[in-house]
């Protein structure tokens, strides 16, 4: 079980006291995705970090982007690629989402990549044929290797207080998973409260947490979740 917080472009947990308290998950993996400025700090603290997005180049001429060596030689763990926000309004392609993964995996980082359907796919029940074409893009450029993992995040719930059912979280990661056979977290608006109705879902393998992890009780309370939804 994953549980992997999105610190997004905000000022998280102070890395050494969580690293404290995360210590006492030995069966949950917990990962945290700040920003790249305290990338080093989560390492240093002893915290799976993972970076918010990874370049698919290993250097070059391409202002503000980062490359999965440079995250390698920091001692970062993984990148998470294809996050709804850097599809809206960075403009990220599924073709573009797959390369970086396919960079960050053949560098020998761990992946988690995101897909999910907005309001108006899901409304036009386009939201299966979205995400066939996501995940095929990743499927074609990576394979299934051992370290990547996927994250549903219906767009409608992210940040908006409003979560997938547990029932159709389920439903559609048993869809995911028969695209590609790999884990699959959800993400969207995932709280203490509602964390052990979705955790419990035999196809969510964890959750990728955004407003939640930014306190450590909440982060916490969720691992917690998760530690007795398998127990
Ligand atoms: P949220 O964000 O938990 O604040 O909805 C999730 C995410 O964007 O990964």
Not at 75 to 83: F, K, P, Y
Not at 105 to 131: F, H, K, P, Q, Y
Not at 157 to 173: C, D, F, V
Not at 174 to 197: C, H, M, Q, T, W
Request: hydrophobic residues 45%; proline residues 5%.
């Amino acid at each position: 079980m994953i549980i992997a917080g999105n610190w997004k472009m905000f000022e998280g947990p102070d890395p050494g006291p969580l690293a404290e308290r995360l210590e006492a998950f030995d069966e949950i993996d917990a990962i945290v995705c700040p920003p790249y400025t305290e990338l080093a700090a989560c390492v240093d603290a002893g915290l799976t970090t993972f970076a918010q997005n990874v370049h698919w180049e290993r250097e070059g001429a391409y202002t503000g982007e980062i490359s999965a060596p440079m995250l390698v030689a920091l001692g970062v763990h993984g990148a998470l690629v294809g996050h709804s926000e850097r599809r809206q309004y960075f403009g990220e392609t599924d073709s573009a989402v797959a390369r970086r993964a396919h960079a960050a995996l053949a560098a020998g980082l761990g992946v988690i990549a995101c897909v999910g359907e907005t309001l108006e796919e899901r409304d036009s029940g386009d939201a299966r044929m979205v995400i066939s074409l996501q995940v095929a893009a990743i499927r074609e450029e990576t394979g299934a290797p051992d370290r990547l993992v996927l994250a549903y995040e219906p767009v409608w719930a992210i940040g908006t207080g409003r979560t997938a059912t547990p029932e159709l979280a389920q439903e559609m990661h048993a869809f995911i998973k028969s695209l590609l056979d790999r884990p699959v977290l959800y993400g969207g608006s995932v709280k203490p409260e509602n964390a052990a109705e979705l955790l419990v879902q035999p196809d969510v393998d964890g959750a990728l947490v955004g407003g939640a992890s930014l306190e450590i009780d909440s982060f916490v309370a969720i691992c917690e979740a998760a530690a007795r939804s398998r127990s």
